[in-house]
Nanobody, 129 residues
Framework: QVQLVESGGGSVQAGGSLRLSCVAS????????MGWFRQTPGKEREGVAA???????????YYTDSVKGRFTISQDYAKNTVYLQMNSLKPEDTAMYYC???????????????????WGQGTQVTVSS
């Protein structure tokens, strides 16, 4: 059982930055993705970024096109924490952001909701123009 707790959401103006954190109890380890998803009312949950830990210890990172160059995902094993640094925020980034973990097909399915087993409760990000 893995429990995920997100924090760091808030309200910012366009162009601003936020850093989301997700602390995992019982870190999932190699062969799993740690991902960030977001969702707005009436829309499907969207994969934003993920980090996949290979069995060799290498890392692969993935981003949806709309956040490439602006968001950075990283993890700190010592703290069992994954981060999402969000820069140059836009109003369209406004959403509830969720952290999740699960076997993501060696990263191939990093943005598929059904490939994640455990989810956090979400943290709201609001970007005003």
């Amino acid at each position: 059982q893995v429990q995920l707790v997100e924090s760091g959401g808030g309200s910012v103006q366009a162009g601003g930055s936020l850093r989301l954190s997700c602390v995992a109890s019982g870190y999932p380890g190699s062969g799993n993705c740690m991902g960030w998803f977001r969702q707005t009312p009436g829309k499907e949950r969207e994969g934003v970024a993920a980090i996949y830990t290979q069995f060799t210890g290498g890392l692969n990172t993935y981003y949806t096109d709309s956040v490439k160059g602006r968001f950075t995902i990283s993890q700190d094993y010592a703290k069992n924490t994954v981060y999402l640094q969000m820069n140059s925020l836009k109003p369209e980034d406004t959403a509830m952001y969720y952290c999740a973990t699960g076997p993501c097909g060696r990263g191939w399915y990093w943005n598929r909701v059904d490939r994640y087993t455990y989810w956090g409760q979400g943290t709201q990000v609001t970007v005003s123009s």
